[in-house]
């Protein structure tokens, strides 16, 4: 016995690509140009302030002002160490947490004169 409906057909194959034509546009009508990304989290930038050179300088800087105020102890050299890790960070872009460092280094740096000076 034969099966009622005939043959079966193969569905239809789309044709495969033809090299060298251009990938299908993207939303901006360019080839192959992703959509941009959003902004960052407000937290997550927050704290990216607050890494590498900008933490080294904002940790020195700490260290610079509590120390000589609890122990009567000065640093020579990590005000000057903390202040070029500021800066460094401001040069990566993490402006709020280089800045801090480098007020803080500097307020250890006035320290550090007035406790050589034996003020």
């Known amino acids: 016995m034969s099966d009622p409906s005939g043959p079966t ?8 690509p033809v090299y060298g034509t251009p990938p299908p546009a993207g939303p901006y009508g360019q080839p192959g140009i992703p959509p941009p990304i959003g902004p960052a989290p407000v937290g997550a930038s927050i704290v990216r302030q607050f ?23 000065v640093f020579y050299v990590l005000p000057v160490a903390g202040f070029l890790a500021g800066i460094a960070a401001i040069r990566r872009g993490q402006m709020i947490g280089g800045i801090i460092g480098v007020v803080l280094n500097a307020l250890g740096a006035v320290l550090t004169l007035i406790g050589l000076t034996g003020g």
Not at 9 to 16: N, S
Not at 51 to 73: H, M, Q
């Open 9 to 16: 057909t193969p569905a239809p194959m789309t044709p495969p």
């Open 51 to 73: 890494t590498g050179p900008a933490l080294v300088g904002v940790l020195l800087g700490l260290a610079t002002v509590i120390v000589p105020l609890v122990w009567g102890y």
